[in-house]
C-alpha cells in the first residue's frame, strides 16, 4: 500500500515488532500505533517516511534507541514516543527538524543531555518527565548535567573563570531580584485569566501507600461521589495540596480500558476549562488519577440540590466556559477530541464558580483526516445525539448535540430523562421549542431571579438569545466555535 497516506491502528492488542518493509509506506503522512503491545526496536527504516507529518508510538513496550535516522524527517510535526522502554540518549540530530513543533519522549529510560535547538527550545518538562537520566539547563526543573570529560573541562578552565562566571553570577542576581519583585506582584493579587493547577514539582506517579494515606485509608467521611467507573475522594497529599482522587473499579474491565483512554487524552490536553490531572496511580491494586480539587462540586448539584442556586449571569457564564472548553478540544491541536458525555455531572466549579469539564473515560480521538468514528462505548442517555446512540457514530457534532441539551437544562433545571414530563412523544427539546419565544419565562427555572429582583426586559432578551442560539447551533452541524464565543460575548456584555 504505498500510497496509503492515513494509518491508526492505535488503542489496539497488537503484538510483536514493527515490520522493518514499514519504510515502504512512501506516501504516508499520519502513522498512529499508540496503546498497543508492540514490543523491540523502533526499526530505522521508519527514517524513510520523508512524507510523515505524524508519528506516534507511545504506550507501547519499545526498547533500544531512538533511530539516528528520525533526523531524516523532514515533514515532521507531532512525535510522541512516550510511555515506552528506550534507553539511550536523544538524537540532538532531531533539532534541525524544522517543521517539528511538539515532540514526547516522557516515561522512557533515556539518558544524557537534552537538546537545546529547535523543537527543545520551546518544550517544557511534561515532554521528559520519568527519565532519571536526562539533564539540561535549558528546561526548568530538569537537574544542569555534571561535566565528565576533565580533558575538556581544563580546556576550558580559563574561559569559565575569565567569563563565564561573572555572566552566570550576574545572570543569577537578575534573575534574584526579578523573582523577588514578581513574588510582591503575586502578594498583590492574580489575575483571574491565569490557569490554577497546584504545582508539584514533581509530576512523579504516586504510590499506593500515598493514595492510601492521602484519603486516611478511603474514609468514607473523604467520599466525595460514586459513579460507574469508581469513587472520587478528597485527599492531601504529603506536601499538603489538596486533591480529588479518582479510583477506578478494577473489577470492570471496560473501566479499566477507560483509564488508559483518558490518561491518552489528558497527556494531549491543557485548558483552564479542563480538570487537570496532576498524576495517575497505576499498580496491580489500583487505577487511580489525582485530580485538581474543585471545592464548588458539580453542575448536577449547583441545579438540583435545594441548597444550591444559581441566578442567569452565573448559569451564562458557566455555560461560555464549557463552550470554549469544548472548542479546545474539537480544534485547538492537530487532533480532534471528542468528549462523548457531556453532562452537568461533567461539569465542576471551581473556588471562583469558573467551569471546568472532567471525566474523559470514554472519549475518542479523532485523527486529522477522520471527522468522525464508531464505537460501542454509549455516553448518558438523554444527552446523546440520535447518530450516535442508534449507529454508534462518534463525532464533534454529538458533543455539540449534548452541549444543547445542557444548555436547555441549565435553563429549565429540569433533567431530559424527567419521566413526570417527558415521554417517548415529548422530549425536554419539543417542550421548551413549543414555550419560544411567547412564554418562555413560564417554564424557566424561577430560581434564575431572586425574589427581590424583578424579571426585567434586558433579562428576558438575554434568555430569549439563549434559547434561539441552541437552535443556531443545531442548524451549524456542530460549528460550536462559531456561534457561542460571539454570541455569549454579547449576551453578557448587552444583559448586564
Given amino acids: ?29 499520519d502513522l498512529y500505533l499508540s496503546s498497543n503491545r508492540l514490543s523491540g526496536m523502533i526499526p530505522n527504516s521508519l527514517g524513510e517516511l520523508q512524507t510523515l507529518e505524524s508519528l506516534d508510538l507511545s504506550n507501547n513496550s519499545f526498547s533500544g534507541q531512538i533511530p539516528l535516522s528520525f533526523a531524516n524527517l523532514i515533514s515532521l510535526e507531532f512525535m510522541d514516543l512516550s510511555l515506552n522502554a528506550l534507553s539511550g540518549t536523544i538524537p540532538k540530530s532531531l533539532e534541525k527538524l524544522l517543521y517539528l513543533k511538539a515532540i514526547n519522549v516522557s516515561f522512557n529510560d533515556l ?72 513574588m510582591k506582584r503575586q502578594k498583590k493579587g492574580k489575575s483571574k485569566d491565569v490557569e490554577k493547577v497546584p504545582e508539584i514539582k514533581t509530576h512523579q506517579l504516586v504510590s499506593y501507600h500515598e493514595i492510601q494515606r492521602a484519603t486516611n485509608y478511603f474514609d468514607g467521611s473523604n467520599l466525595i461521589g460514586v459513579g460507574g467507573s469508581g469513587s472520587v475522594y478528597k485527599g492531601t497529599l504529603s506536601s499538603g495540596i489538596v486533591v480529588a482522587i479518582k479510583v477506578l473499579d478494577l473489577q470492570n474491565e471496560e473501566v479499566c480500558k477507560r483509564f488508559d483512554t483518558e490518561c491518552e487524552v489528558m497527556r494531549n490536553v491543557r485548558h483552564r476549562n479542563l480538570v487537570s490531572v496532576i498524576t495517575t ?21 449547583w441545579l438540583y440540590k435545594e441548597d444550591c442556586h444559581l441566578n442567569l449571569l452565573q448559569r451564562v457564564s458557566i455555560m461560555f466556559d464549557v463552550a470554549v472548553a469544548v472548542e479546545y478540544m474539537h480544534h485547538n491541536h492537530h487532533t480532534h477530541i471528542v468528549h462523548c458525555d457531556l453532562k452537568p455531572a461533567n461539569v465542576l466549579l471551581d473556588e471562583e464558580m469558573v467551569a471546568h469539564v472532567g471525566d474523559f473515560g470514554i472519549s475518542k480521538i479523532l485523527a486529522v483526516s477522520k471527522s468522525m468514528a464508531h464505537t460501542e462505548t454509549l455516553g448518558t442517555l438523554g444527552y446523546i445525539a440520535p447518530e450516535y446512540g442508534s449507529e454508534g457514530i462518534v463525532s464533534t457534532s454529538g458533543d455539540v448535540y449534548s452541549y444543547g441539551i445542557i444548555l436547555m437544562e441549565v435553563l429549565a433545571t429540569r433533567r431530559p430523562t424527567d419521566a413526570e414530563i417527558f415521554n417517548e412523544n415529548l422530549g425536554l427539546r419539543e417542550w421548551i421549542r413549543r414555550a419560544f419565544p411567547r412564554t418562555i419565562i413560564e417554564v424557566v427555572d424561577a430560581n434564575l431571579f431572586p425574589e427581590e429582583e424583578q424579571i426585567t426586559s434586558k433579562s428576558e432578551i438575554c434568555i430569549i438569545s439563549f434559547v434561539r442560539d441552541i437552535y443556531i447551533i443545531k442548524s451549524l452541524q456542530g460549528q460550536i466555535e462559531v456561534t457561542l464565543y460571539t454570541t455569549y460575548c454579547s449576551i453578557i456584555t448587552t444583559s448586564y
Fill in 1 to 29: 500500500m504505498s500510497g496509503l497516506l492515513h494509518l491508526d491502528v492505535s488503542q489496539n492488542s497488537i503484538e510483536g515488532e514493527v515490520p522493518l518493509d514499514i519504510g515502504e509506506l512512501k506516501a504516508i503522512v
Fill in 111 to 182: 539518558e544524557g543531555v537534552i537538546p537545546s535547538g529547535g523543537v527543545f527550545a520551546n518544550s517544557t518538562l511534561q515532554s521528559f518527565l520519568g527519565n532519571k537520566g536526562l539533564c539540561g539547563m535549558h528546561i526548568l526543573d530538569v537537574p544542569a548535567c555534571a561535566v565528565t570529560n576533565l580533558g575538556h573541562q581544563s580546556k576550558f578552565k580559563k574561559l569559565v573563570l575569565k567569563i563565564v562566571i561573572p555572566v552566570v553570577t550576574s545572570s543569577f542576581l537578575i534573575s534574584l531580584f526579578a523573582s523577588i519583585w514578581i
Fill in 281 to 301: 496511580c497505576s499498580s496491580e491494586y489500583i487505577r487511580a488519577f489525582v485530580l485538581q480539587y474543585m471545592p464548588n462540586g458539580s453542575l448536577e448539584n
